[in-house]
């Protein structure tokens, strides 16, 4: 009996493409939309995808294993018709180089002031300021994954001094002061900029909170690259309304798309960006390294030595 796997992503044929050689003996459907699938969802065996309809998990009654195409899997493990029996992994260890770039051009345009720059040139406007520098400012990186630890590499390059925050304890070289969670008010007290890269669970929502914020500094900027649901949207507006918080950059949000009309496109000293810290013009060949040995494994019958699984 032969394998079955479903593609389903904006990128499937390019997946597809480079998959059908080296794996010949798998059946490959790849489709952009679930409207594309039809029946195959009944005979595919795996699923590689960033997530799917509970309605359609439901009709995949031979699956065995989905293999995330992000780090987040909390929409997947959300199915309520989620079989417990089907393998789940991820991609984590992959995104360290574009969301820490994400983070450094952030970080840039919101000391130097830069989209005053692009409003001002719009209007054929010269205008001049100093600009704060990030060398010898603090930065706290709440969560010290694959990606915080790069995000603290190029912050080192920049000359700034690096608190992290992790769950468990971590070597990291680029970290100056290492804090569990617990000391996520003292550090939100001291630093100029609070990064939040942690994962979406019950112990991280809604962690950067009224507390956390009213603890911050009026001169400090808060990035959130996680999840919208970790950081309280209600408290980040009131702070940034009242001027007790300099700014913010954000790439999550509770509700996606950012509705119109939502405040925080009308404020001047944030920065919206639409979810796109993740992803790059490398992703499939960033992806595919961990899905084909993956993909070997599992073909193996070594379904417990896959990378990246997630218990649920």
């Keep these: 009996m032969k394998t079955h796997l479903l593609i389903l992503d904006s990128l499937a044929e390019e997946y597809r493409k480079a998959l059908e050689p080296e794996f010949p003996d798998l059946v490959i459907r790849a489709c952009k939309t679930e409207s594309e699938v039809g029946d195959f969802i009944e005979k595919a065996t795996i699923l590689l995808a960033f997530g799917i309809s509970d309605e359609l998990i439901r009709k995949a009654v031979n699956l065995e294993w989905i293999q995330a195409l992000g780090t987040g899997v909390d929409s997947i493990l959300g199915l309520s018709s989620l079989p417990r029996n089907v393998l789940l992994t991820s991609t984590r260890g992959i995104h360290g180089p574009q969301m820490s770039e994400l983070a450094i051009l952030l970080m840039l345009a919101l000391t130097r002031r830069f989209p005053d720059t692009v409003r ?49 304890t971590k070597q990291v070289d680029a970290v ?118 993956n993909l070997r494994r599992y073909l193996r019958g070594e379904r417990h030595t896959l990378i990246n699984r997630v218990d649920h």
Excluded at 236 to 244: D, M
């Design 120 to 168: 001002n040139q719009d209007k054929a406007v010269w205008d001049r300021w100093p600009s704060e520098l990030l060398w010898q400012k603090k930065v706290g990186i709440l969560g010290l994954g694959a990606v915080g630890e790069e995000i603290a590499r190029k912050c080192k390059a920049f000359g700034m001094t690096v608190y992290g925050l992790n769950r468990s």
């Design 176 to 293: 100056d002061r290492f804090f569990g969670l617990d000391g996520l008010l003292t550090v939100a007290g001291e630093a100029d900029y609070l990064i939040v890269v942690v994962p979406l669970t019950p112990e991280t929502r809604g962690m950067v909170g009224t507390e956390v914020i009213s603890a911050m500094k009026p001169t400090a900027f808060l990035l959130n690259l996680a999840r919208g649901a970790v950081v309280d949207e209600k408290a980040l507006i009131q702070a940034l309304e009242s001027g007790t918080l300099a700014g913010a950059a954000l790439d999550v949000f509770n509700e996606e798309p950012l509705p119109q009309g939502h405040p925080f496109w009308e404020m001047k000293n944030v920065i919206v960006t639409p979810h796109i810290g993740g992803a790059s013009t490398s992703y499939a060949g960033q992806v595919l390294l961990i899905f084909q040995e």
